[in-house]
């Protein structure tokens, strides 16, 4: 599940910052040079569950990405720079902003439990 839930994550994270690009009027994310960050950012976040998955490293990238998914709704919802009624695709962009907030806190929630259920190796 938390496989599957980051994944999710990215790829609303991804629909979420081609958004903020192509809707720079609103002074989020112009679209440019610092969208090849946002490219790195989400590669980081697609290693964690792929490449990673069942390791510690991969449930901390995982937990981070659940955490950059919840943030986003936090970040343009209480900032009060939102306006629905200004933007023809609003219902789509509030869609995934909430999409957004529950993918990402059951996603911190099932990392949680991973990184709390793995055993401690004591090598000496």
Not at 23 to 30: A, M, S
Not at 90 to 109: C, N, Q, R, T
Request: with cysteine; net charge positive; aromatic share 8%.
């Amino acid at each position: 599940m938390l496989t599957i839930s980051s994944l999710l994550s990215t790829l609303l994270l991804s629909f979420h910052l081609t958004q903020d690009a192509l809707l720079e009027k609103r002074g989020t994310w112009p679209a440019g040079p610092g969208n090849l960050v946002a490219i790195v950012i989400l590669l980081v976040l697609l290693c964690g569950p792929t490449l990673l998955a069942g390791r510690r490293s991969g449930y901390i990238i995982m937990l981070l990405g659940g955490l950059f998914a919840v943030g986003m709704p936090v970040i343009h919802l209480t900032g009060g720079r939102f306006n629905p009624a200004r933007h023809s695709d609003a219902f789509f962009f509030m869609w995934i902003l909430i999409a957004l907030g529950v993918i990402g806190l059951f996603s911190i929630i099932l990392a949680i439990q991973s990184i709390r259920g793995m055993k401690v190796s004591t090598t000496g």
